[in-house]
């Protein structure tokens, strides 16, 4: 099964940056884009940056365009979240997302994997 693990959030104030990772362990059969989601208290869950599986294009939400890069290292099976300029509005725990297969889905990256999240607080 493939399991990811964030870290890297923390409290900071407004303008600050932090650097969230992802790394992701157990029997991987397939690679495929990976993403960072959000969940702000009273609002769903929200994309905030995806990669693709060569790291070659990036996608950002628009409220982080500008201030968050998205970054992966194929060696390491991790994907990074550098944030610069952060806003109290970035504070919300963050989230990895990919597409795993198994023996079941013949190695297609068809099944979500998510991590537990890491809390990023930003203060005025």
């Known amino acids: 099964q493939v399991q990811l693990m964030e870290s890297g959030g923390g409290s900071v104030q407004a303008g600050g940056s932090l650097r969230l990772s992802c790394g992701v362990s157990?029997?991987?059969?397939?690679?495929?884009?990976m993403s960072w989601y959000r969940q702000t208290p009273g609002k769903e869950r929200e994309f905030v940056a995806g990669?693709?599986?060569?790291?070659?294009?990036?996608t950002y939400a628009d409220s982080v365009k500008g201030r968050f890069t998205i970054s992966r290292d194929g060696e390491k099976e991790a994907v990074y979240l550098q944030m610069d300029s952060l806003k109290p509005e970035d504070t919300a725990p963050y989230y990895c997302?990919?597409?795993?297969?198994?023996?079941?889905?013949?190695?297609?990256?068809?099944?979500?994997?998510w991590g537990q999240g890491t809390s990023v607080t930003v203060s005025s």
């Open positions: 997302k990919t597409k795993f297969g198994n023996l079941g889905t013949a190695g297609r990256c068809v099944l979500d994997a």
């Open positions: 157990g029997t991987i059969y397939c690679r495929d884009d």
């Open positions: 990669i693709d599986v060569d790291g070659r294009q990036t």
